[in-house]
Structures are given as structure tokens and as C-alpha cells.
């Protein structure tokens, strides 16, 4: 593997449309206009992010644009991220789809099939190359999904997040939330679809995002009594969280750096980081509402990825997986 001292630093972009997390009944992409900064500044540090984009974004005329220069100057890769509730076929499953967004994984299989395959035949007529990376919409992934994707060629998935349960989350009212990931691995592996917490013999890469436990195991039952209240659950996400994610959300600079310092003391394979395309522009998302705080955004990007090009290699998820299958060949070669 290429300078595999050095932790592989990954950015994955959720291309999606505008504050999705308001469930609006019309979904916009406005967010399109705003990658060219991201972009622009990941190459300031030669970094190469890997766009995962959803149905209505093809369809934006500004992100096709920046799409197809990003591809013809080979500075980063398109894959498919697929939000069910507004991707063909538009088969309705509960009362309310654009509402109760439900997970791809709740629908009937033929469903599933098909959504999968409308989605990326899409993504390769529209930008003239081969899927190979992935994300689940809302991270709602199982082995169904995984062996969908392996039929239709795709390498990587990316929809694991270690360490935290999304069965509090609902897509279906009538069904039971989204997947539990507290006891999957942190580790990149080839996925059993028979089982997709364990490796297996598929040619399906999971790379699972970069996610740590905070520690401070004499908290928890402060946490538990916090988490009884509205005003206690803010609480405990702003100063008290359980994990720590790759993902800026405006107050976690410093618990980033620490993960990559760790990563780059401790040699990890892998730092996986998550944004979202709607989070880079004002009022996309409830986290970054005004324009001071995309500015604010920015700031600790640049102190992150200039920690990172000077500690990490870099590379796009199907680079990634380049390597990790090289690594794996080797190894059943010794």
C-alpha cells in the first residue's frame, strides 16, 4: 500500500438536497452552488473527496457542471447515495413518504432491486463512469442491500457508522428504526452479506466511517438521567456525547484533531469524513443556518486538512479500496 504508515484520509460528501432533515415536500438543490468552494479548498491541500450523490442532485444542472469538471480533471470520485422516499420507482409505503423518509432496507425486495438499479444506471449515463462507491440514505444498509450492490459491481460501502444505533430513529412508523452498529467493527473489511457485521468472502469493501467512543464510562448515569428531557438530551450532545465524529458540527474541532493525532500515533488504516453538500451552504441544514457559521465551517476546515496533509495520505473511496484488495492479495499470496 501507498506510504501505509499513514492513515488513509477519506472524505465522503452526502450530495443531496437542501435541509433534508425539515422533511420539506419540495426538495431543492441550491446546495450545488456551493461545492466549488469545498472543492477548491480540498485541493489546496490535495485532498480527494468522493461526492455519494441522490437522485434529485443528478438532476441539478450546476452539479452536473461541477460533476463532470470534477471527473475530467480527475480530482475526486462520484458514487451513489440513495435516499427511497425520491428515488424511481416511486412506490408509496407508508402514508407519507416525504414525511416518515423510510429506510431502501423496509421496502420489498423487487422494490429495493429496482431503485438500486434506476440510481445507478442514472449515475453512469449522466456522468460516463462506473459506480463503484456507495452510501445508504439515513445509513439504513443490511445484507439484502449489500448483495444488490455487489450485482451491480460496486466496490465500497460506506454506510456503517461503529458505535451508534439508529433503532430510535423510524423511517416506516410501522416497522423498528434504523440499523444498530454498536457492535460493528471500526476497521475497514470484505462484508459477509450473510451476516454484515463480520468479514466474509464477498468483493464488497465496507468502510465504515470514522466514529469513537468518548470515554467517561462514570457518566453514564448522567447521561441516562439527561436524556429523560429535551433540554437534557441537547445537553448531553453539545457537552456530554457518547461518540465522537469525523463530521464538523460547528463546536468539535478539537475532538477531530484528537482523532487524527490518535489515528496517526496508533497507525490506523483509515480516517473516514462525513459533510453533508447542503451543510456547506447557509441555511442548508440546522447546523450551519447563517452565513457566519459556514465561514466558521471553513476556519476549522482548513486547521483539520492542514493537519491531515501533513499527517495522512489521501484518497477517494475506490482508491481506497485499490489498495486494501492489493493488501488482501498480498496477504493470501505469503
Known amino acids: 500500500m501507498k506510504d501505509a504508515s499513514r492513515p488513509a484520509f477519506l472524505i465522503t460528501v452526502d450530495t443531496e438536497g437542501d435541509d433534508l432533515w425539515a422533511r420539506p415536500r419540495e ?193 453514564r448515569p448522567l447521561r441516562r438521567l439527561l436524556a429523560r428531557t429535551s433540554p437534557g438530551r441537547r445537553l448531553l450532545r453539545r457537552f456530554l456525547p457518547e461518540v465522537y465524529w469525523l463530521r464538523p458540527d460547528r463546536r468539535n474541532l478539537f475532538p477531530m484533531l484528537r482523532i487524527v493525532r490518535r489515528a496517526v500515533e496508533e497507525g490506523w488504516v483509515h480516517l473516514e469524513f462525513i459533510v453533508h453538500s447542503s451543510e456547506l451552504m447557509p441555511g442548508g441544514s440546522p447546523l450551519f443556518p447563517t452565513e457566519n457559521h459556514i465561514q466558521r465551517l471553513y476556519a476549522d476546515l482548513e486547521v483539520l486538512f492542514d493537519l491531515v496533509h501533513r499527517t495522512c495520505r489521501v484518497a477517494t473511496l475506490a482508491e481506497f479500496y485499490g489498495e486494501w484488495a492489493a493488501r488482501r492479495s498480498a496477504e493470501v499470496s505469503a
Open 27 to 219: 426538495i431543492t438543490t441550491r446546495n450545488a452552488a456551493y461545492l466549488p468552494r469545498f472543492q477548491a479548498l480540498c485541493e489546496r491541500y490535495g485532498l480527494r473527496p468522493t461526492y455519494l450523490v441522490t437522485y434529485e442532485m443528478v438532476h441539478s444542472a450546476a452539479f452536473r457542471e461541477f460533476a463532470h469538471d470534477l471527473l475530467r480533471r480527475d480530482a475526486g470520485e462520484i458514487g451513489m447515495h440513495l435516499h427511497a422516499w425520491n428515488t424511481p420507482p416511486l412506490v408509496p409505503l407508508t402514508p407519507d413518504d416525504l414525511r416518515h423518509q423510510p429506510y431502501l432496507v423496509e421496502y420489498p425486495e423487487p422494490v429495493m432491486a429496482e431503485k438500486v438499479r434506476v440510481l445507478t444506471e442514472l449515475l453512469e449515463d449522466t456522468f460516463g463512469v462506473k459506480m463503484q462507491s456507495h452510501r445508504a440514505g439515513r445509513w439504513g444498509f443490511d445484507g439484502t442491500y449489500a448483495r444488490l450492490l455487489i450485482r451491480h459491481g460496486y466496490l465500497v460501502d460506506c454506510s456503517v457508522t461503529p458505535h451508534v444505533s439508529w433503532r430510535g430513529h423510524p423511517g416506516d412508523p410501522a416497522g423498528s428504526g434504523g440499523p444498530d452498529y454498536t457492535a460493528f467493527p471500526e476497521e475497514p473489511y470484505f462484508i459477509d452479506p450473510e451476516d454484515i457485521r463480520r468479514p466474509g468472502p464477498s468483493s464488497l469493501l465496507e468502510v465504515p466511517v470514522t466514529i469513537v467512543p468518548s470515554g467517561l464510562p462514570a457518566l
